[in-house]
């Protein structure tokens, strides 16, 4: 699995003109499955971006968590995530088809429920304006292939 994690003052996500997501302060992920994903590494990467410590401290240091400043996280699927690039057009082969990005997505989403956490989402497939107001900017990049 891929992810990109932006932290945010908010971010939300609309469909056909209408805000399906929405949320202040926390991570805005997009969240890319690759066809080797398992259940295991939607937890493990559930638990480590909600384990993440990006927010600024009284001394202005990243150092606290997504709990400690009461944050929520809108997810949006993002097969885009493993494009190939080899060529001027891109191509979607790595990643993984919907029958097994769908679930592992909504587990993905299902443990940062289960950590007390606020998640909002998208539509998997979905045309999607997602819009957000960047913090610092601080953007993280996980793939569980590499860590």
Do not use: W
């Not at 009284?58 to 699927?77: A, D, F, P, T």
Request: with cysteine.
């Amino acid at each position: 699995m891929r992810a990109v994690v932006t932290r945010v003052k908010h971010a939300s996500v609309s469909i056909e003109g209408t805000v399906r997501g929405q949320i202040g302060e926390g991570y805005l992920v997009l969240l890319g499955v690759a066809p080797g994903d398992s259940e295991e590494t939607a937890l493990k990467l559930a638990d480590k971006i909600c384990n993440l410590r990006v927010f600024e401290d009284e001394n202005g240091k990243m150092n606290l968590s997504l709990e400690q400043v009461g944050g929520s996280l809108l997810v949006i699927s993002q097969f885009t995530l493993f494009a190939d690039t080899s060529s001027r057009r891109p191509g979607f082969t790595r990643a993984a088809k919907p029958d097994l990005a769908v679930p592992l997505y909504e587990k993905f989403m299902v443990r940062c429920r289960e950590r007390g956490f606020v998640v909002e989402h998208g539509e998997f497939g979905a045309e999607m304006e997602v819009d957000s107001l960047n913090h610092g900017p601080v953007t993280i990049l996980f793939d569980t292939e590499k860590s």
